[in-house]
């Protein structure tokens, strides 16, 4: 299966602020799998470094993760993280040119 769209966003929580970005970062998740055009959104932590996070998300096309940038729940999580994180996410896209092994 190709994917249109690959994306990879590195959220950093302050210090003391690791598990409410957490549990916040994983609400978006649970929302996020449900909008169409999204084939996969993986959230990951860093083994050795607490409060590093990466999402590794994957999407039908760019209107699909437009439409994903404008929701509601993502909106939402901005607006509640904004002052627990160190900086602002770092999103990166990318074209993924191998195939997707979807089990």
Not at 7 to 26: N, W
Not at 56 to 61: A, H, Q, S, T
Request: hydrophobic letters at 40%; glycine letters at 6%.
């Amino acid at each position: 299966m190709k994917t249109g769209l690959t994306v990879i966003a590195y959220v950093t929580a302050k210090a003391g602020h690791e598990d409410e970005v957490r549990s916040a970062l994983l609400e978006l998740v649970a929302h996020t799998r449900n909008e169409e055009g999204c084939i996969n959104y993986a959230l990951h932590e860093s083994q050795g470094t607490s409060g590093e996070f990466a999402i590794y998300e994957n999407w039908k096309d760019a209107s699909c993760l437009d439409a994903h940038a404008k929701s509601g729940h993502l909106q939402d999580f901005r607006r509640k993280t904004a002052h627990l994180l160190e900086h602002p996410s770092e999103i990166t896209a990318w074209r993924m040119v191998s195939e997707l092994d979807i089990a």
